[in-house]
Every structure is written in structure tokens, then in C-alpha cells.
């Protein structure tokens, strides 16, 4: 069958295909060119190779044993898309977060923003030539998913947020190593300013180039950085605030021309405001109070012990029990229970434990939200990250959407490199940040 854009090329132009096997546009998008030499006069966008059925495979997966699916989605930020979805069931449930849990949910959002907004930035460069900027950039990178990996035991698929809390209290050490990620980042953002800010090869390949007026932004439905390039004041951490962003003083970086070179100058200035929320957000987070269990006592006795409070030395556990954090669970996690998966202490020490823990899998128990539906948004790394939840009063969700940025920033693509060259296609397509994962779901 012909496409739309064969039916209507002319018959002394082009036809050209680029992708998904061409290395810009990262196995994922294939982009059908009409060309006059080498200025596109028509495009047409074909999406979907990396389509997996997200949604309904989470439409059979529990309340709980999905949260590791919204990992995939935007893989460089994952944590970002844990937060929204768990965000969503404690909206359903009506459960309210600790306020420690709530400062580390935006210390580690913040750090996927910037390895979001970091990853963007280097692909977008390089595909122009600028190696040098990619080697910079993943240098960064690795110092911000030390910070993520010592915490959350992964870099990428983290499965860290819970509902209720987080997995696990911050590591120890956190602060040297955050610390030092955040000053080698901003050292690595200086460099990377002073390389292209004002570089006339760079400025010639991304100045008004792809222009997008306000208007054409919000009637595509876009949000996010490239929102924010054509000068929209719109960011949901600032018009609809959730966790602690109300305490965090922090600037909305703005664009004035919607091109290619906004949204990458939009992106740099958004991770100097992310680095400023991480600093505030580790000045004012809550500290974990002492409670630690005597040496030599068996988990039993020293449960026990403990309440009694006649212990006050560290216990030395079984391996089964190497990694548990029950005496830190009423700062991270939720005091509901029927959320929270029982501590190994209690699974493995207590028949009333174990049993808690095997009804929290078993089929048909487990978390179990009342009827009825929610909408929750929250500010991912390309812009408005939803998730629309139906309940039926079962323990899997009837329907699960998620509102995925991406999709709508590649719908506007067609407009946007037409009447541009074939070579504009490639830093417009980098400017969008398009990321498979969260696009196709």
C-alpha cells in the first residue's frame, strides 16, 4: 500500500528513507523524505518499532509487580517514571509518604533529570560532529549514576520508588559521593558552555532552525523543556507542586525563540536548577534517628529486646536477614501495611510475619485499591509524565495509560523540519530527546 506522503509527492522529487537503521535515529523511527535536492518538501513519521504492549502488560501484573515495567519506559530517567506511577496508586489509595522518603524521591529525581537532560544533550551533539561533548557529558553521567547505583543497587532499571516510600534509606555515604558528582557536573557544564555556547558551527547548524511558536507548541500538546523553549512558563513542579518542591527555591529556565539551539540551552540551565535542588533538598532532609539492636542476640530475642529498649548495640544477622532495614522502615515507607512488603526480620522470625508476607503476593490480596480512577502527573525529563489508573477493586489495574511527553514532542516532527535540509534532520530530531521506550511503550 502507498504511504500518504507517496500518493502525494511530486514526480521530479526524491523519495528517501531515513531509519530506523540510520544511526541517528536509533533503530526507532523511520522517516519517510520527500526531497528537492536536498530540502525536504514533505515528510512522513512512522513510529512503533519498539512497541511491547506496556500498558496491557500491566493490565495483568499486580499493583506491586509492575512498578519494575516503568523502568523501561524512558530508561535514561527511570526513576522519574517509578515516581509517577506510584505517586498515582498513593493519590488512589490515600496514603501519605514520610517526609525523609519525600526528600530522597527528589534528590533522585533530579539526578535522573540531569542524566536525562545529560544524555539528550550529548547524543544531540554528536550527531553534529561535536564528539568531544559526548565524551564530557557521559563523563558526568557516571559520576550522577554512582550517586543513583550506590543507593538503589542499579543504574539504570532501579525499581526503587515504592508505593509508600522507597526501597531502601540512602546509602551511608551519600553525601561525599553526591557531593563530588555534583561539583565534576558542573565543571563538565562550564566546559561544555564554553565549547558551544558560542561556537558559530554549532550556532549555524541549530539557530532558527525548526522554529516553534507558543501557539503550535500547545496545540501539539507539548510540555517540558522544548515547552519551555518557545517561552511558556509551564513546569509541574511549579504550577501543580508535589512531595517538598514548595520548600526548594528554584528558576524555570525559559527560551525566546523555540528553536534547535533553545531547547539545548533550556536543558543546560535546567541542570544547574536540578544541582540547586539537590543541595537544598540535602541541607533540609530529615535525619534517620539511632536504633540499633545488641550483638550476639537472635533476631527473635532481639525483636523483642528492642521493644522492651533494653538493647543498645548493633546484632550480627543471618545471611537471610543481610540488608533488612526494618528499624529504618518508619522513615522511608509508609505506616500502612497493606502496602508494604512485611520486613525480612518479621518473614523470617514469625509465623504471623511470613504469613503477612505471603498474602502480600498471594493472587487476589495483596494491594487492593477501591473502585474508581486517578490522574497523576509529575515533571519527567521531556515534560508531562502521567498516568491515568482505573480500579475495579481487584488486585491488578482494569486500565493503565500513560501520558508519554515523547510521543506528542514527535508528533509536531513533520512541521518541523519542513522546508529545512536533509542534514537540519538530524539536531532537530536530537533537540526533541525522543526515547523509544517511553514513546512506543
Known amino acids: 500500500m502507498p504511504t500518504r506522503i507517496q500518493k502525494e509527492a511530486r514526480k521530479d522529487s526524491l523519495m528517501l528513507n531515513m531509519g530506523p537503521s540510520h544511526p541517528a535515529m536509533h533503530g526507532t523511527i523511520r522517516i519517510m523524505l520527500e526531497l528537492d535536492g536536498e530540502k525536504i518538501l514533505n515528510s512522513e513519521v512512522e513510529v512503533g518499532y519498539l512497541h511491547r504492549g506496556f500498558e496491557k502488560t500491566c493490565e495483568n501484573k499486580t499493583y506491586f509487580n ?69 565524551l564530557y557529558k557521559m563523563k558526568a553521567r557516571e559520576f550522577i549514576w554512582d550517586v543513583i547505583e550506590q543507593t538503589t543497587g542499579a543504574r539504570m532499571t532501579t525499581s526503587y520508588i515504592r508505593i509508600g516510600g522507597v526501597r531502601a534509606d540512602l546509602h551511608p555515604d551519600y553525601e561525599e559521593v553526591l557531593k563530588k558528582a555534583i561539583i565534576e557536573t558542573r565543571k563538565v557544564l562550564k566546559d561544555v558552555s564554553g565549547l558551544l555556547d558560542k561556537n558559530k558551527i554549532f550556532l549555524d547548524r541549530t539557530r532558527d532552525i525548526a522554529v516553534v511558536t507558543p501557539e503550535t507548541a500547545i496545540n501539539y500538546g507539548w510540555t517540558g523543556p522544548c515547552l519551555r523553549s518557545t517561552g511558556v512558563y509551564f513546569d509541574i513542579r511549579k504550577t501543580f507542586p508535589y512531595l517538598v518542591y514548595d520548600q526548594m527555591d528554584f528558576e524555570i529556565p525559559l527560551g525566546e525563540r523555540g528553536d534547535n539551539f533553545d531547547r539545548y540551552i533550556v536543558r543546560m540551565r535546567e541542570m544547574e536548577q536540578s544541582l540547586r535542588i539537590i543541595e537544598q533538598a540535602m541541607e533540609k532532609i530529615p535525619k534517620s534517628g539511632a536504633r540499633t539492636m545488641a550483638k550476639g542476640i537472635k533476631p527473635t530475642e532481639a525483636i523483642k529486646a528492642s521493644r ?134
Not at 117 to 133: D, K, N, R, V, Y
Not at 368 to 388: C, H, T
Open 66 to 134: 509492575l512498578l519494575p515495567y516503568t523502568d523501561r519506559m524512558n530508561y535514561v530517567s527511570p526513576l522519574i517514571n517509578n515516581l509517577g506511577y506510584v505517586m498515582a496508586m498513593e493519590k488512589m489509595l490515600g496514603i501519605e509518604v514520610p517526609e525523609k522518603a519525600q526528600y530522597i524521591r527528589v534528590i533522585m529525581s533530579e539526578l535522573s533529570r540531569i542524566s536525562d537532560h545529560l544524555t539528550c544533550i550529548a547524543a544531540m551533539a554528536m550527531e553534529c560532529g561535536a564528539f568531544t561533548i559526548l
Open 308 to 441: 522492651e529498649r533494653k538493647v543498645d548495640k548493633e546484632i550480627i544477622l543471618s545471611p537471610t536477614l543481610e540488608g533488612s532495614e526494618k528499624d529504618k522502615y518508619q522513615d522511608i515507607l509508609t505506616k500502612s501495611k497493606k502496602v508494604v512488603v512485611p520486613p525480612k526480620e518479621d518473614t523470617y522470625t514469625s509465623i504471623e510475619g511470613l504469613i503477612s508476607h505471603f498474602k502480600f503476593f498471594m493472587s487476589e490480596h495483596g494491594i487492593r485499591p477501591p473502585k474508581g480512577e486517578v490522574y497523576l502527573a509529575v515533571e519527567g525529563g521531556n515534560g508531562e509524565l502521567g498516568y491515568y489508573i482505573v480500579s475495579d477493586g481487584t488486585d491488578t489495574p482494569y486500565r493503565l495509560h500513560v501520558r508519554a511527553p515523547c510521543f506528542h514532542l514527535m508528533a509536531s516532527l513533520e512541521e518541523m523540519i519542513q522546508g529545512h535540509y536533509v542534514a537540519d534532520v538530524i539536531p532537530t530530531f536530537g533537540s526533541v530527546n525522543m526515547i523509544g521506550g517511553e514513546m512506543d511503550r
